[in-house]
């Protein structure tokens, strides 16, 4: 339903009907990126072709959380994106030597994320995931100009100081009439293993009210999971190994919402 409402905003540059989001939060550490890895995975799963470009450069975590680290192959002057768990991936951590720090400044910036979306092979994608860095910087910007069909998929968690954030990031978008697709609230509650009950160690409230702000929906509240942490340490997106997990759970229904 939310793909029919966005149906206008569809890319033919990756497909013939690609849908493109940008997931982004305010700040960093809110999980953003685990969101985005996640989603490629369980999109993979219910049979979608998926791409996930991580465009957080000087963060980049998808190496990590594939446990992939190869360089991508050339062929015909177009780079392959790296395949694990079904998601086609391109990531600067595939570029460069040994976890170096990337220092690029604004203008090569936009030049490497040009060359992620023109010379990369993505092939026919359904979807396309972009995880962009926190904040309002030179990469959004970029991102914002030469995917302006990408639809903002705002993280936040549901504590109001996360939220106050992510919401300077959805005024952005709105600014430049960037389609909002909606919000995802994590880390929402803390399910006890022993007892069952549910805590909210971040407060309660904050993806909501994000989404009210915006004039878009809350699309997903996903638990604080041990389980999530652990399989992005390991390189095994929770979705693909512990399908159970509650925070596997909550992020496969989030999947069938886009
Ligand atoms: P961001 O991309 O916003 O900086 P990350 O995805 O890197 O955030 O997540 C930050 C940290 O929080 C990571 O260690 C990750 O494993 C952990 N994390 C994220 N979401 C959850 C969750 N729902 N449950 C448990 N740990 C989480």
Redesign the pocket.
Known sequence: ELAQRLRGERSTRFGARTLVYAVA?GK????????AANLAVALARRGKRVGLLDA?VW?Y?VPQLFGVRRNPVALNGLMLPLQAHGVRLMSVGFLVADDAPVLWRGPLLHKALEQFLADVHWGELDVLLL?LP?GTGDITLSLLELVPEAALLA?TTPQPAAQAVASRVGRLARQQRMPVAGVVE??STLVCAGCGEHTAPFGAGGGQRLADELGTELLGR?????A??EA??TGLPVVAGDANAP?AVALTELAARL
């Open positions: 939060s960093g550490g809110v999980g953003k990126s685990s969101v957080d963060g975590s995880d926190p993280v994590n880390m996903i638990p604080l999971d041990a999530l942490r992005g340490d925070s």
